[in-house]
C-alpha cells in the first residue's frame, strides 16, 4: 500500500510542479502513450524511498524494501501500459488490472526472501485488491485522486 499510495499523496502535497512523466510524452506504435502523464519519475523513486525506509518498521530489510517498491511501481507501469494499448485514458478505472499486478509481481519476486506460500501470495493479493479499492475512494473523498479506481 505504501508504494502505491505514495506517489498520490506525493502529487497532492507538491502538486504538478516537480513531477515529469516517466514515458517523457513518448508514443507506442499504437499511436498512443507509453504509459501516460500520471507515471511520474518522482513517483517511482518516491515510491521506492518510502518502502525502502518503511520496511525496517515492519520487520524487513530495507534491501526487500526496495525491491517491492520498485516491483510493484514496473506492476503499475505494466498496468498503465496495458490501458493505453486498449485506448484507456490516463487515470481510468480497470478493476483488476489496476490493483493485481502490483501487488502479484512484488509478491513473487520476493516469494523466496519472504517465503511465501502461494496461498499467502494469493491471499495477499486479495487483500491487496481491497484495500487498494477502499483507500482509492479515500482518496477521491478527500480530493487526492480525480476519480476512484
Known amino acids: 500500500m505504501l508504494a502505491n499510495g ?8 507538491l502538486r504538478d510542479s516537480f513531477f515529469r512523466p516517466v514515458d517523457g510524452g513518448f508514443r507506442f506504435i499504437d499511436g498512443q502513450p507509453l504509459f501516460g502523464p500520471s507515471k511520474t519519475i518522482h513517483g517511482i523513486v518516491l515510491s521506492v524511498l518510502v518502502t525502502s525506509l518503511c520496511a525496517p518498521l515492519i ?4 534491501k526487500i524494501g526496495a ?6 511501481m514496473a506492476g503499475d507501469l ?5 490501458k493505453r494499448r486498449f485506448h484507456l485514458p490516463s487515470g481510468s478505472r480497470a478493476t483488476g488490472l489496476d490493483q493485481i499486478p502490483e ?4 509478491l513473487l519476486v520476493c516469494s523466496n ?3 511465501l ?3 499467502e501470495i494469493a491471499v495477499t493479493v486479495v487483500i491487496f ?3 487498494a479499492v477502499l483507500v482509492s475512494r479515500l482518496f477521491f473523498k478527500f480530493d487526492l485522486r480525480d476519480r476512484p479506481n
Open 129 to 131: 485488491f481491497i484495500g
Open 117 to 119: 506460500t502461494a496461498l
Open 59 to 62: 520487520g524487513l530489510e530495507w
Open 103 to 106: 501487488s502479484l509481481f512484488p
Open 67 to 72: 525491491v517491492m517498491g520498485s516491483v510493484a
Open 78 to 82: 505494466f498496468s498503465s501500459f496495458v
Open 113 to 115: 526472501s519472504l517465503s
Open 6 to 13: 505514495t506517489p498520490v499523496i506525493a502529487r497532492a502535497i
